[in-house]
């Protein structure tokens, strides 16, 4: 069991400020992630989401409490290596995209390959292959300007998925996004999850929880709600939830969650 | 790791030529510093140059004795620059030659006495013409070439003298006819026995331009002008393998005879060329110290390009920093771009150095020399000014929050 655990944050604290301007973004949280899980974030801005995803994703330091990654505890890890885990292990999806201006979208794609030592034809094949997979391959030397919204994100997802990664963090994926480009990036998620991917992703949209394997609420730095909305046959244990509050008006998310995701299973079926 | 250079390299690449001005202005400051400093020193190179391959066609029997002590230290070369005729303190007299010329393994020394005349002919008056007073053995260490006539010689020592080519021209129209004619020094008729071929070469360690000298005895010169300064003592060795012993014996003769005044030096070899390639060093020394001043100027243009640049791609750092580029890696990525900036300056100004030098020296009689020293100084210089000037805004960027670059938008 414990193999399959993946993240594991213990007593997470994050402050920001000192004295009267402090204020925390996490407080004590913990939280076990399992390989496989599909986890969506959901609150209220300011209570800590993205800086939850941000830790997790290496980006940054928590003030106080223990994150184990992989069985490590981050703390120990070097920043040399750190870097490292992020362009091999973590992939990024940003709700504006971020991808460089000035590089042409293959070559946004690749980025992570740079940084993880592949000679420059294995990163551009490589690339490639990912912009195939979203279909923009015959836009692989446009420059983001170039493209709509939808098809930058999906390049920002091949750029997450290239180094094949195991977890993918996204921060609001769709959060710039019409409801037909989020469906089709929703769905790309969702078949990367199917490959067996971890994916963590922070969203307003109550909507978009029916991808999730599991939804939390957060609330003023920590959790306020923790469901296991859909039982992940990928998942060989089940899953054991630290909760520390429980609500139950997540009754209400599950109903409809089933239906759709029923339809866009079988519509990620017709596709393959 | 190669890769991981190469795609810096091209990363760099890529960014100086997006912004082609900015670059191409930043490229001009490092080049105008170094151009300034390549002029430099391949035109001292020229001079030295020019200097040393003269001491290797008379020859490396020479030993040269002049007044006053070679120091090397810079007060006594700048002593030498700033007095007005150094020459007028020369202790060396026509007895010392004499004496110089007894001493075994000496088989001719010969005097330069130098002073300027107003000379006369048939035709024309010159004044400030240099007058050379020497003896018969100065033939024997020059290697002069004549034109007509013959050098002085037993016969005619007293009142006969050469003319050198541009002399004669100037004072007679001709050098075909010049020979038996009679010239008018200070009120001493003089005949003219010989006329010098061209020399080609106006720098020469005597100090001397043939071309427009008169050449006549020591001592008939002694006689017309009243005191002669002998600048310069010319020795020729029978062999060449004793130049030090000679050179040894002549200083101690010397100094017996001048009861212990040792105001004077005794060179040989590339020493010769030491007074002139000193006052090189320091001059060139002092003008390079210049340059290098706008080759810092340059440099502090890299660095105010690079901050900008860094400024203005912090997303881009934020994102290659999200995507698993460490601190180091960012860091080299900054410092490559400066690095390259500085070094393309650095080719630019090499190129731009050598082609001044060049449009120069076809107005000198010397060919600007470039060594792979200057080269090499040059590509130091570069990469040092390069990493200097690139170390603080490529930190900048390294130490960039990734989060806080990533808020950053365009």
């Avoid at chain 1, 959790?223 to 909760?243: C, H």
């Avoid at chain 1, 599950?254 to 079988?266: A, D």
């Avoid at chain 2, 004669?168 to 010098?196: D, H, P, Q, R, Y």
């Avoid at chain 2, 290659?320 to 490559?336: C, D, E, T, W």
Wanted: charged share 20%.
């Amino acid at each position: 069991m414990s193999e399959n655990i993946l993240i594991e944050l213990k007593g997470l604290t994050k402050r920001y400020g000192y004295g009267d301007t402090e204020s925390f973004a996490l407080k004590d949280f913990d939280l076990t992630i399992k390989r496989g899980e599909f986890i969506m974030i959901m609150g209220p801005s300011g209570c800590g989401k993205t800086t939850l995803l941000n830790i997790i994703g290496l980006l940054d330091r928590a003030t106080k409490g223990e994150y184990i990654l992989n069985g490590e505890n981050v703390a120990s890890i070097s920043s040399r290596r750190q870097s490292r885990l992020r362009a091999k292990k973590i992939g990024f999806i940003f709700q504006n995209f971020n991808l460089i201006e000035d590089l042409p979208i293959l070559e946004n794609v690749a980025l992570p390959l740079i940084y993880s030592g592949y000679s420059k034809t294995a990163r551009l094949k490589n690339a490639s292959s990912a912009l195939k997979r979203f279909h923009l391959q015959e836009r692989e030397y446009y420059l983001p300007y170039q493209l709509s919204g939808g098809q930058q994100q999906r390049v920002a997802i091949a750029r997450a998925i290239v180094s094949d990664p195991e977890i993918i963090l996204a921060d609001e994926p769709t959060g710039n996004l019409d409801s037909r480009s989020s469906h089709v990036v929703m769905e790309e998620l969702k078949a990367i999850h199917e490959e067996g991917n971890t994916i963590i992703m922070v969203t307003h949209n109550p909507a978009l929880t029916v991808y999730a394997t599991r939804v939390i609420n957060m609330l003023d730095g920590q959790i306020d709600t923790d469901v296991k909305t859909v039982a992940d046959q990928n998942l060989p244990q089940p899953i054991s939830v630290k909760i520390k509050k429980k609500k139950d008006n997540f009754a209400a998310l599950e109903l409809p969650e089933s239906k759709e995701s029923r339809k866009s299973r079988r519509k990620n079926r017709r596709k393959k | 790791m190669a890769s991981l250079i190469k795609t810096h390299f091209k990363l760099a690449r890529t960014s100086i030529k997006e912004n082609r001005t900015r670059s191409f202005l930043t490229c001009l400051g490092i080049a105008i510093g170094v151009a300034s400093i390549v002029l430099i020193l391949s035109l001292m190179g020229g001079i030295s140059n020019l200097v040393k391959s003269e001491i290797s066609e008379i020859g490396s029997d020479l030993i040269v004795v002049r007044p006053s002590s070679t120091k090397d230290n810079i007060t006594n070369i700048v002593e030498e620059l700033t007095s007005a005729n150094n020459f007028q303190k020369s202790n060396l007299t026509v007895s010392d030659v004499s004496e110089i010329a007894k001493i075994e393994g000496v088989s001719a020394a010969a005097p330069i006495a130098i002073s300027t005349n107003t000379v006369t002919s048939e035709k024309n008056t010159f004044s400030s013409v240099p007058v050379l007073g020497t003896n018969l053995d100065f033939i024997k260490i020059e290697p002069l070439a004549l034109k007509f006539g013959g050098f002085l010689n037993e016969q005619n020592e007293e009142n006969a003298v050469v003319l050198g080519h541009t002399l004669s021209l100037a004072l007679f129209n001709t050098i075909n006819s010049t020979v038996g004619k009679t010239i008018n020094i200070m009120g001493e008729k003089f005949m003219i026995v010989g006329v010098l071929d061209e020399v080609e070469k106006s720098i020469n360690f005597d100090n001397i331009d043939f071309d427009n000298a008169l050449i006549m005895d020591v001592k008939s010169l002694d006689k017309i002008t009243g005191s002669t300064q002998i600048q310069q003592i010319n020795v020729k060795a029978a062999n060449t393998d004793s130049l030090a012993k000679i050179s040894e014996d002549i200083r101690n003769s010397l100094v017996t005879q001048k009861l212990g005044d040792q105001n004077f030096s005794v060179s040989y070899g590339d020493a010769i060329t030491h007074p002139a390639s000193s006052l090189f060093t320091i001059v060139s020394g002092m003008l390079t110290l210049v340059a290098a001043i706008s080759l810092v100027v340059g440099g502090i243009g890299i660095m105010n390009i690079m901050l900008v640049s860094v400024a203005e791609r912090s997303h881009e750092i934020g994102v290659r920093k999200a995507v698993g580029a460490s601190s180091r890696n960012i860091l080299m990525q900054f410092l490559f771009e400066a690095l390259i900036l500085s070094i393309l300056g650095g080719i630019f100004g090499l190129i731009l150095g050598y082609v001044l030098a060049f449009i120069i020296s076809t107005r000198t009689p010397f060919t600007p020399f470039i060594s792979w020293e200057i080269v090499l100084l040059t590509f130091l210089t570069t990469l040092i000014v390069g990493i200097i000037f690139g170390i603080y805004p490529a930190v900048k960027a390294a130490s960039k929050n990734p989060i806080d670059s990533l808020k950053h938008y365009r």
